[in-house]
């Protein structure tokens, strides 16, 4: 196996006497979509802090390219190319799509000669990377981000990442807020980013979006890894069933299967749990 792009070994977080996260150890590959599953309180945002930089482990090392790093601000995870999007895709609804493009990422640094912000060329750019990703309805980066759909602003987010560089991107929860149509796009950026060599994160409960772009998946169960496994070694049923702590769906079916028995094969009725 190659080395990995980012180790994490043996991550702890505690804030004062509770403890968040035990023994967090995973592996991100360049090329590959990690999944991140669990459930609400999981821990899988304080974990994905940590990896940019936002909080500092308890205890524990990461390394990148074999490398130890310490990511002591987001500007550190930033500048070894960790690039984060967050829910909703973290964009400011009355910036416009060119100047949202560039805000924080200092095109000064990147391209000397822009002292100022040139508004046509980054919108020219922002179109540009938008439709390289199948958004084809923006033609105009002046109009606002406010009007863009829940599945643009994360395809506008993901193209921003990809654009200045991200050799890590991490999507936490994408898909959640869109419908079925726009998640399907969402997902095919994904695969994209993947392709271009990124290692991708992809937070989500969603077990179905997961496995449609998963190569590999982390389940998160208060605070601690429960299962780590590749594609293929587990059944969406599986999964689910970790993600639900096992017991709770377990019983569930058997109060269902113990109803219909009873009833001639009829499922109880939904206002009698
Ligand atoms: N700054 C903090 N101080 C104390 N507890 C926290 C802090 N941040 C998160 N937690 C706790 O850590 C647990 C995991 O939270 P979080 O990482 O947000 O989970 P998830 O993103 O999987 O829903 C929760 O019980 C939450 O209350
Ligand atoms: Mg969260």
Do not use: W
């Amino acid at each position: 196996m190659t080395t990995p792009l980012l180790k994490l070994d043996g991550i702890n977080k505690s804030f004062g006497p509770v403890d968040v996260l035990h023994d967090i150890s995973l592996e991100v590959h360049a090329g590959e979509v990690l999944c991140l599953l669990g459930d609400n309180g999981a821990g899988k945002s304080t974990l994905i802090r940590i990896l940019s930089g936002v909080h500092q482990p308890t205890r524990g090392t990461m390394m990148m390219n074999g490398q130890p790093v310490a990511f002591t601000s987001p500007r550190v995870a930033s500048d070894h190319g960790i690039s984060t999007v967050h829910q909703f895709g973290g964009t400011f609804p009355l910036m416009s799509i060119g100047r949202s493009f560039f805000v924080g990422a200092e095109p000064t640094k990147r391209f000397g000669p822009f002292e100022v912000f040139d508004r046509k060329t980054a919108n020219e750019i922002a179109v540009r990377e938008m439709r390289e990703l199948g958004i084809t309805r923006i033609d105009d980066g002046n109009r606002l981000v406010g009007g863009l759909s829940g599945g643009e602003r994360q395809a506008l987010a993901i193209a921003r990442a990809v654009h200045f560089g991200a050799s890590v991107l991490i999507l936490d929860e994408p898909t959640a807020a869109l419908g079925v149509k726009e998640a399907a796009h969402v997902l095919r950026i994904v695969l994209q980013a993947r392709k271009k060599g990124i290692a991708v994160i992809f937070i989500t409960h969603n077990v179905t979006h997961a496995m449609t772009v998963g190569d590999h998946f982390a389940v998160l169960i208060r605070g601690a890894k429960a299962a780590d496994f590749r594609k293929g070694e587990k059944t969406r049923e599986e999964i689910t069933d970790l993600m639900a702590g096992g017991e709770a769906m377990a019983e569930l079916e058997a109060e269902i299967e113990g109803y219909m028995a009873t009833h001639d094969g009829h499922p109880p009725p939904v206002a009698a749990a």
